[in-house]
């Protein structure tokens, strides 16, 4: 299985801020790596596909580059809406997730 | 719009039975492959199952196979999880998800399995 190691698990930052989530993989997975933000009781919602395209719908704040084994979600000026919790997926095989980063509002 | 509602989770004893549901609507469900993926408590999230949209190929993750189902009933738009012998490390949030990007989840149900 590809491990995917996503950091931090816990980020506090202010409005505005641009905000940073890593996921590395444990080998090559090209571009196949999504990033999804999952609000408490909601259901995940795409954010990002194939490294850095922006699914249909999501603010431009949001933005996703890597390719190979790392790769980042940037959130370029935060917003009080983005409280959330936030994870990526690999889809270069059977699919494997990272562990999640909580984000909250300082 | 795209909607993906899961039902049929509750408590449960270890070693018994239970069958998930996902409807699918917003979209040609006959058209996707369907996932089933799960979150234990304080855990990361795991795949566990994938159907084709034909139900020519199901596959399964270690931890599940031989135990659970995946089927699909695509006149009624509804994707199946079947669960059988029961663990308690099977307690966990089961979503359902669509298509090769997993672009569209349902909001989950939960599982629980304890005496």
């Known amino acids: 299985d590809i491990q995917m190691t996503q950091s931090p698990s816990f980020l506090s930052a202010s409005v505005g801020d641009r905000v940073t989530i890593n996921c590395k993989a444990s080998q090559n997975i090209n571009r196949y790596l999504n990033w999804y933000q999952q609000k408490l009781g909601e259901a995940p919602k795409l954010l990002i596909y194939n490294a850095n395209s922006l699914q249909t719908g999501i603010p431009s704040r949001f933005s996703g580059s890597g390719s190979g084994t790392d790769f980042t979600l940037t959130i370029s000026s935060l917003q009080p809406e983005d409280v959330a919790t936030y994870f990526c997926l690999q889809h270069n095989s059977w699919p494997t997730f990272g562990s999640g980063t909580k984000l909250e509002i300082k | 719009e795209v909607q993906l509602v899961e039902s049929g989770g509750g408590l449960v004893q270890p070693g018994s039975s239970l069958k998930l549901s996902c409807v699918a609507s917003?979209?040609?469900?006959?058209?996707?492959?369907m996932h089933w993926i799960r979150q234990a408590p304080k855990k990361g999230l795991e795949w566990i199952a994938l159907i084709y949209y034909d139900s020519s190929n199901k596959y399964y993750a270690d931890s599940v196979k031989g135990r659970f189902t995946i089927s699909r009933d695509n006149s009624k738009n509804t994707l199946y999880l079947e669960m059988n012998s029961l663990r308690s490390e099977d307690t966990a949030m089961y979503y359902c998800?669509?298509?090769?990007?997993?672009?569209?989840w349902g909001q989950g149900v939960m599982v629980t399995v304890s005496s």
């Open positions: 917003g979209f040609t469900f006959s058209s996707y492959n």
């Open positions: 998800a669509r298509g090769y990007y997993y672009r569209y």
